[in-house]
């Protein structure tokens, strides 16, 4: 069974940083990815960055891209999501999720299966 567990997150000021932690249990093999979502009061959810647990393959929404680095621990089946220059906007709580496919697009496609129970983030002025 496929359990994911969050961590890292907290309130900060516009502009500082928050590193999520997610880790994996029970997923074997590599073809699969984990991926961060958030969600802010009566919006939808966003699907803000993946990373393929077999390399080479992530995905940036252009809300958090150039600001947010997904990377990953394969030997601990953890995927960290550091987040820099926090703005007002990216105050949501931010879900993991756990999904099959041999690459982001892939995992999209299938649909991530799995997911934590998520971590708040508050950006303050």
């Known amino acids: 069974q496929v359990r994911l567990a969050e961590s890292g997150g907290g309130s900060v000021q516009a502009g500082g940083s928050l590193r999520l932690s997610c880790q994996a249990y029970?997923?074997?093999?590599?073809?699969?990815?984990l991926g961060w979502f958030r969600q802010a009061p009566g919006q939808e959810r966003e699907a803000i960055a993946a990373?393929?647990?077999?390399?080479?393959?992530?995905f940036y929404a252009d809300s958090v891209k150039d600001r947010f680095t997904i990377s990953q621990d394969k030997a601990r089946k953890t995927a960290f999501l550091q987040m820099n220059n926090l703005k007002l906007e990216d105050t949501a709580i931010y879900y993991c999720?756990?999904?099959?496919?041999?690459?982001?697009?892939?995992?999209?496609?299938?649909?991530?299966?799995?997911w934590g129970q998520g971590t708040q983030v508050t950006v303050s002025s």
């Open positions: 990373i393929y647990a077999g390399g080479g393959s992530t």
């Open positions: 029970g997923y074997t093999g590599s073809d699969h990815c």
């Open positions: 999720a756990a999904g099959s496919g041999d690459n982001t697009y892939e995992c999209e496609l299938n649909g991530y299966d799995y």
